[in-house]
């Protein structure tokens, strides 16, 4: 039988009398604190800790995961004991560590469990990296290539030896971009780990324990992760008499232009374009704009001479070199200059030795200036072989040769270079 509207009105109104006065009585008789603040029953207590623990096992179960993806990529990863960095095995006879030392000696020690001699087989002043061969008698494990896109979100982790051993540490992905390390062009990954100079030389790993980057020293006060495609052709690439060269006595040296063969009244030879400091050349005294004339009495007329006029690492060089219009000889030792000193953390990787020069503040965009290289932050070392006390000084050199070209020595960081300015 259908109930009338007005009884259901009443069932419902009497339902709710009851509901609210079980909840009254219930808020009533609810223990409190001394404070007034209702106590949290057995239950809710009971909820909140299981959530403490499930938390807790899920960052413990993590952190065990991340543990095992180190321990079985590190044996791919080693240290380099003299030189404080640790190195990425890429095969079984080519490791790739952070460049912490100029110039790079010629063997080094690695260390997994025990120490072994390699021998350093690529060591470019411009690269921010170094590849060494192992003893053949180290069985290596190369850490295994990434297989996925690096995206945002995606963890990391960052794996590298330090004194004590193995050393991790996880983290994301931010992003990826493009950009140079000293001066080799890159592509970088982003992530939340926060990159000291005492991870020279690690790894970046997926969560599979596949390599995405290697973390080098791209400035004297930053670390970056580069990604390892980066590295690839930079490593793959052969060795000339022109990187022999570049490697042993830290300088570029090419083929003069008209303007600079005018400029130099010189006939033939090499120009030296780039100059490392700390490196043999500098120590011997040449400088960028110095024309190469000779090697060891061989005449030198372009880099195809280079080869023939190559000597074994450990013999000396004597150079002829015209500079200011005169040609002088210039010798080199013969023994491989020795690693440079520890170099404080905060410039790892870099090295500023000279103090003089004049600054540039800002350089005018498609200026002459502009378009032979120099950029703010760079120092003025010499103008046509003077070299400048201050700006005042600059300025006027400049003034006094506007109506002809200018040599300009100018020094960045380690390296040192010379443009000819119309």
């Known amino acids: 039988m259908a109930q009338s509207p007005a009884f259901s009105r009443r069932y419902v109104i009497v339902l709710a009398i009851i509901a609210a006065t079980i909840l009254i009585v219930g808020a009533t008789l609810r223990p409190r604190h001394e404070n007034g603040a209702a106590a949290q029953t057995s239950g809710e207590a009971d909820l909140a800790r299981l959530t403490l623990l499930a938390q807790r096992r899920s960052l413990e179960s993590t952190t065990a995961y991340f543990a095992a993806v180190a321990s079985g990529a590190a044996s791919g990863i080693g240290r380099l004991t003299d030189l404080d960095t640790s190195g990425v095995a890429l095969s079984a006879s080519v ?251 905060a410039d790892r990787g870099l090295v500023w030795t000279a103090d003089s020069g004049v600054a540039v503040d800002g350089v005018a965009e498609h200026s002459p200036a502009f378009l032979a290289g120099v950029r703010p932050g760079d120092r003025v070392m010499q103008i046509d072989g003077r070299a400048p006390r201050d700006g005042a000084e600059l300025r006027r050199l400049l003034a006094a040769r506007r109506s002809r070209p200018v040599f300009l020595d100018v020094a960045r960081g380690p390296r040192r270079f010379g443009s000819l300015l119309p």
């Not at 995606?154 to 992003?175: A, C, K, Y």
């Not at 950009?179 to 000291?196: D, H, K, N, Y």
């Not at 690439?237 to 010189?266: H, N, Q």
């Open 95 to 345: 490791i790739v560590a952070a460049r912490t030392a100029a110039p790079w000696p010629d063997a080094v020690t690695f260390q997994l469990s025990d120490s072994h001699r390699a021998e350093t087989v690529r060591a470019r002043p411009d690269e921010p990296f170094v590849v060494v061969s192992p003893n053949p008698r180290l069985a290596l494990k190369p850490a295994p290539r990434s297989g996925i896109t690096p995206l945002a979100g995606h963890w990391v982790l960052g794996l590298w030896r330090d004194t004590t051993g193995p050393t991790f540490v996880p983290g994301q992905i931010i992003s990826t971009d493009s950009g140079r390390c000293g001066e080799l062009p890159v592509r970088r990954l982003m992530t939340s780990i926060a990159l000291t100079p005492g991870m020279a030389g690690a790894a970046i790993l997926d969560i599979d324990g596949g390599l995405l980057a290697i973390v080098l020293p791209c400035a004297a006060d930053r670390m970056s992760a580069i990604l390892v495609d980066s590295l690839d052709a930079a490593i793959g690439s052969g060795s000339t008499a022109a990187d022999r060269l570049l490697t042993r006595l830290g300088i570029v040296v090419a083929v003069p232009t008209a303007g600079e063969s005018a400029y130099f009244e010189a006939t033939g030879g090499l120009i030296v374009r780039d100059l490392w400091v700390d490196y043999p050349a500098a120590r011997a005294g040449l400088r960028p704009g110095d024309v190469v004339e000779a090697i060891n009495g061989e005449p030198i007329t372009g880099p195809e001479d280079l080869d023939a006029a190559w000597q074994p690492p450990n013999s000396a060089l004597t150079l002829a070199v015209r500079r200011a219009r005169v040609t002088r000889e210039i010798a080199i030792g013969g023994q491989h200059a020795p690693p440079g000193p520890a170099l404080p953390a």
